[in-house]
Nanobody, 121 residues
Framework: VQLQASGGGLVQAGGSLRLSCTAS????????VGWFRQAPGREREFVAT????????YYADSVKGRFAISRDNAKKMIFLQMDSLKPEDTAVYYC???????????????WGQGTLVTVSS
């Protein structure tokens, strides 16, 4: 599975962005998909995950109520709608696939290249 994330950019605090992750190659329908982020000088952290059907989602406490993950298996795409953005959301955002519903990034096998989100105050 190859993944490519897009949709990052510069936005003011309180604004919104929608990230997309496009999959290609082997079928990715059975996979759990997660979004992670990494800010400069910080470790990669879990943001959100969604199961293969889209029926189960899980969020980090820091984004709960502000971010929403969704997927369109027919289009092989995963989305992360980010609302009420804060400066502390600034990071490179990555999408990744796993066989497990997990927040542990080491259990994700395939990763996209990342897209930069910058939130100005």
């Amino acid at each position: 599975v190859q993944l490519q994330a897009s949709g990052g950019g510069l936005v003011q605090a309180g604004g919104s962005l929608r990230l997309s992750c496009t999959a290609s190659g082997r079928t990715f329908t059975p996979y759990v998909v997660g979004w992670f982020r990494q800010a400069p000088g910080r470790e990669r952290e879990f943001v959100a995950t969604i199961n293969w059907s889209g029926g189960n989602t899980y969020y980090a406490d820091s984004v709960k109520g502000r971010f929403a993950i969704s997927r369109d298996n027919a289009k092989k795409m995963i989305f992360l709608q980010m609302d009420s953005l804060k400066p502390e959301d600034t990071a490179v955002y990555y999408c990744a696939t796993s066989k497990f519903t997990t927040t542990e990034y080491t259990l994700y096998d395939y990763w996209g290249q990342g897209t930069l989100v910058t939130v100005s105050s």
